[in-house]
């Protein structure tokens, strides 16, 4: 079945015009994305870079978070990743399992503290990205937003939540 659908992309392809072939990359500038998370009211840290990383600090509220950039030719990137890491005494790998069994979209991992350093709880959400602007990452963004802080109180990181 892949290799038969496979078979179609291609011959597809081939009937395109050369125009359409040359539409724009998939993807967006930093800048543009820093810009963007600006607007919408996370504080946003100049540009760090270590060797091949790339990545941008945000602070929006009680939450610090990470964007990194991956697939970047000229600061334009094809693909990012929120990111965002909590560290305390009661963390469990269980905890995190739980969170990756019980909800989607956003993965995480465990990691357990070095010599006497409390255990982390890693939290990542990979947006895969298309020509056509900052828009498109309202949509996921929004998931971010909404379930990091889920996932801070699941690890213990933010209060629990009052019953409603």
């Given at each position: 079945?892949?290799?038969?659908?496979a078979?179609?992309?291609?011959?597809?392809?081939?009937?395109?015009?050369?125009?359409?072939?040359?539409?724009?990359?998939?993807?967006?500038a930093?800048?543009?994305?820093?810009?963007?998370?600006?607007?919408?009211?996370?504080?946003?840290?100049?540009?760090?870079?270590?060797?091949?990383?790339?990545?941008?600090?945000?602070?929006?509220g009680?939450?610090?978070?990470?964007?990194?950039?991956?697939?970047?030719?000229?600061?334009?990137?094809?693909?990012?990743?929120?990111?965002?890491?909590?560290?305390?005494?009661?963390?469990?790998?269980?905890?995190?399992?739980?969170?990756?069994?019980?909800?989607?979209?956003?993965?995480?991992?465990?990691?357990?503290?070095?010599?006497?350093?409390?255990?982390?709880?890693?939290?990542?959400?990979?947006?895969?990205?298309?020509?056509?602007?900052?828009?498109?990452?309202?949509?996921?963004?929004?998931?971010?937003?909404?379930?990091?802080?889920?996932?801070?109180?699941?690890?213990g990181?933010?209060?629990?939540?009052?019953?409603?």
């Amino acid at each position: 079945m892949i290799r038969s659908l496979a078979a179609v992309a291609a011959a597809m392809s081939l009937a395109v015009p050369a125009a359409a072939q040359t539409a724009s990359e998939p993807g967006l500038a930093i800048a543009e994305v820093g810009a963007w998370i600006a607007s919408k009211g996370g504080v946003v840290e100049p540009v760090q870079r270590q060797g091949d990383e790339v990545w941008l600090t945000v602070r929006d509220g009680d939450l610090t978070w990470l964007v990194f950039f991956y697939g970047c030719r000229n600061d334009v990137c094809a693909d990012l990743q929120y990111s965002a890491s909590f560290a305390n005494e009661s963390i469990t790998p269980g905890m995190v399992n739980d969170w990756n069994r019980e909800r989607r979209f956003l993965k995480a991992f465990h990691s357990p503290g070095a010599a006497g350093e409390p255990a982390t709880a890693a939290v990542q959400y990979d947006l895969l990205l298309q020509p056509g602007g900052v828009d498109q990452l309202t949509d996921p963004t929004a998931v971010w937003v909404t379930m990091l802080p889920e996932f801070a109180r699941h690890v213990g990181y933010l209060p629990a939540a009052p019953a409603q």
